[in-house]
């Protein structure tokens, strides 16, 4: 182990809240989980409880271990932060289907007193219906990923440590509504996925392109908080930085064009079934 891996180590201390609302969380979908498996064993299965909890760990380990002081000394490690925030965490906790588990595993008091009362008031569900509708989905996560990443935010976003926290909070809750869209877990209505929503796929990666091909072609490093602090890891600004937007690239570009093409075959089957 390096020097500089056994430094981040050595800095990095248990989030205590973090960990702690982490895993009530996960007692709470779990408690919610067994009571609703009773009546809907086929759809509430070990692999929805696996996603959900699986999703939980993801961010975590984002945002909770070490990885978070690698993201603070590398580009490259950032982007694998954002990507796990933004494309793998969203899914796998929408998956678990977590609306109903996270209800019921709430203590009775709390779910007649606080939050079902909270649920039932009718500019909250206005809100709540407004907020899942596509287009504003879709413009809230790709603003915010483009808005943190204009290099005056993202700079000071990783000279203050509260307003990084917020970034992280911005990222997972834009990319909860905008999988939100694609998944619709249970008891949303499901609607048929039709070309409008490849649209909506290829629409978010081609802006995911635009940043990841300007940060790998642009020849300069675009950030100066990884100028202005001294590397652990002796990495060159730039070639880090080229890395970075590599994997922002590919990976990124995965995560949106699978679900797309899926889309794209069950359309093209479903027409031929047709005629």
């Not at 759809?43 to 945002?63: K, M, N, P």
């Not at 203590?107 to 909270?118: F, K």
């Not at 808005?147 to 909070?169: C, Q």
Request: aromatic share 14%; hydrophobic share 55%.
């Amino acid at each position: 182990m390096s020097d500089a891996v056994r430094e981040i180590f050595a800095d990095w201390t248990l989030p205590f809240w973090l960990t702690a609302l982490t895993v009530l969380t996960a007692a709470i979908y779990g408690r919610g989980w067994l009571a609703i498996r009773k009546t809907r064993a086929a759809q509430f299965t070990g692999l929805r409880l696996a996603s959900f909890l699986g999703g939980l760990a993801v961010l975590w380990v984002a945002i909770g271990s070490p990885m978070d002081g690698f993201a603070d000394a590398l580009l490259s490690a950032h982007m694998v932060e954002h990507l796990l925030l933004m494309s793998f965490v969203p899914p796998m906790l929408l998956w678990g289907l977590p609306v109903v588990p996270l209800l019921r595993g709430l203590p009775r008091v709390v779910r007649r007193y606080v939050v079902g009362p909270i649920i039932r008031i009718p500019l909250m569900r206005r809100i709540g219906q407004s907020l899942v509708v596509p287009v504003v989905a879709w413009f809230a996560m790709n603003i915010s990923f483009l808005a943190w990443h204009v290099p005056a935010a993202y700079d000071f976003a990783l000279e203050h440590e509260r307003w990084h926290d917020f970034e992280h909070i911005c990222f997972l809750l834009t990319s909860l509504l905008f999988w939100w869209c694609i998944l619709r877990p249970w008891p949303a209505t499901t609607r048929r996925q039709g070309w409008g929503m490849l649209l909506y796929l290829v629409a978010a990666d081609i802006v995911n392109t635009i940043l990841s091909a300007f940060l790998a072609f642009c020849g300069r490093p675009v950030y100066s908080y990884y100028l202005d602090h001294p590397n652990p890891f002796h990495a060159v600004a730039l070639d880090d930085q080229i890395l970075g937007a590599v994997i922002m690239w590919v990976v990124g570009s995965m995560v949106f064009l699978v679900p797309a093409i899926a889309i794209t075959l069950r359309l093209v089957s479903g027409r031929r079934e047709l005629s």
